[in-house]
Each structure stands twice: as structure tokens, then as C-alpha cells.
């Protein structure tokens, strides 16, 4: 079965720090662009930032511009999301997605994604 695996969430105070991950169960990721999206309670799904086969493509959103980076490790079969500067507005559950193409936020165009992470910044 092909899946995704997102993990790091938890709660964080505003201002602080925390590292997703996503892995792959059954494939492996470095042949995939990956893309991170987030879900709020009572909104839309958002993309945040996406990647492509390598470190030499990435895409943010303009809410998390200069406080988040994406990365990946293919070696590891891993692709990051370091979220930094915390705010109560980044809350939500965190999906990554994978595709063969880059499709920055088209989620629909997505062929696999994972359960989500939960991220809760409170204080």
C-alpha cells in the first residue's frame, strides 16, 4: 500500500519552533515533487510550501514566507518542514502530498498524501 507518513506536530508556544516530516510507505520519495498543505478547523485547505526532486525548487506561500523551509533528504526518504516564529494562525492539521510533477498548491493534481499532523501554537 502506498502512503504517506507525516510526523513532528505537537503544541508550541507563539514565537517557537517545531520540524514535520514526511516519509513514504511502499515508495520512496526522491522521484516525487512533495508539497506541504494545512487544515484548519472551519477553512479551506492551504497549501504552504512545496518542493521539487531536489533542493533546487522550492515554492512558499506568502503567509509563511521567511518563517518556514522545506527540504528534503533522499537519502533518508524524508522531506522537511521547518516552521519557525510560530504563530496562533498556523494551527492546523499538516498534510504532505507527493506527485511525480510539481504542482505548487494544485492539490487536486496530488496522487498520494498522508493522514496530517496536528500543530497547535498556543500559549
Known amino acids: 500500500q502506498l502512503r504517506l507518513v507525516e510526523s513532528g506536530g505537537g503544541l508550541v508556544q507563539p514565537g517557537g519552533s517545531l520540524r514535520l516530516s514526511c516519509t513514504a510507505s511502499?515508495?520512496?520519495?526522491?522521484?516525487?515533487?512533495i508539497g506541504w498543505f494545512r487544515q484548519a478547523p472551519g477553512k479551506e485547505r492551504e497549501g504552504v510550501a512545496c518542493?521539487?526532486?531536489?533542493?533546487?525548487?522550492?515554492y512558499y506561500a506568502d503567509s509563511v514566507k521567511g518563517r518556514f523551509t522545506i527540504s528534503r533528504d533522499n537519502a533518508k526518504g524524508t522531506v522537511y518542514l521547518q516552521m519557525d516564529s510560530l504563530k496562533p494562525e498556523d494551527a492546523a492539521v499538516y498534510h504532505c502530498?507527493?506527485?511525480?510533477?510539481?504542482?505548487?498548491?494544485?492539490?487536486?493534481?496530488?496522487?498520494?498524501w498522508g493522514q496530517g499532523t496536528q500543530v497547535t501554537v498556543s500559549s
Open positions: 502530498a507527493a506527485d511525480r510533477f510539481i504542482r505548487l498548491f494544485r492539490d487536486w493534481e496530488y496522487d498520494y
Open positions: 511502499g515508495f520512496t520519495l526522491d522521484a516525487y515533487s
Open positions: 518542493i521539487g526532486h531536489s533542493d533546487d525548487f522550492t
